[in-house]
């Protein structure tokens, strides 16, 4: 019956949001970026854009199964029907240190490009501005080969105060351990903890080398 709750769990139980967000939106955020960094380099590699065209086709056939039939037989050249194929599987492990630098990147280019932007504004306004958007452009950026101390002794407090079965980090435990290695009163130690326990590679990610 539509509307009952029966449809409501049917529903919530495919985890079409996330479906969406992943499958959809991150996938065609991914291709955008990936075509951005590549404008002055000769631009995308031809083999890889049909590499997504074919994984972004599998992950819509289940809901839009004749459009995505068309773009594996006619723009893809497939020769077997598209609901003959396998759901995509990646071809290698994922690099995790490699995907969080390049979201790292991707937000500092975002920074520099939003600062930028706030100069400008400044200028046609009339206002002084340490920049002239007539002068080329460059950024350096330096990247540490390893945490400061204090931000080592932080991740070993977390790895700490990990828990495996729950998945959880036991902060009260977090807080004894920063006593002990007297950075409780550091007032960088817990925006630190708490800005690496959201990320991805951790807590979670402990086989990754961090130096």
Not at 188 to 196: D, E, H, N, Y
Request: proline fraction near 6%; include cysteine.
């Amino acid at each position: 019956m539509r509307g009952s709750n029966t449809d409501i769990l049917s529903v919530s139980s495919t985890f079409y949001k996330d479906a969406l967000k992943y499958g959809f939106f991150e996938l065609q955020s991914a291709r955008d970026w990936y075509r951005e960094i590549t404008a002055d380099a000769g631009g995308m590699h031809v083999d890889l854009v049909k590499y997504w065209i074919e994984i972004a086709a599998l992950l819509a056939t289940p809901i839009a199964p004749h459009f995505t039939e068309h773009l594996w037989s006619t723009v893809l050249g497939k020769p077997r029907s598209i609901q003959f194929a396998s759901w995509p599987a990646p071809a290698s492990t994922v690099n995790a240190a490699a995907v969080e630098a390049g979201n790292y990147m991707r937000g500092t280019i975002k920074t520099i490009r939003d600062a930028e932007l706030t100069l400008i504004k400044k200028l046609s306004r009339g206002k002084s501005a340490p920049y002239d958007p007539k002068k080329p452009k460059a950024v350096r950026v330096y990247v540490a080969s390893k945490f400061p101390e204090w931000q080592n002794k932080c991740v070993e407090a977390v790895r700490e105060a990990y828990d495996g079965e729950t998945q959880k980090v036991d902060d009260a435990k977090v807080r004894e351990i920063l006593q002990k290695k007297g950075l409780l009163k550091d007032k960088r130690a817990m925006p630190f903890i708490q800005l690496f326990k959201v990320k991805p590679w951790s807590p979670r990610r402990f086989d990754l080398e961090w130096n």
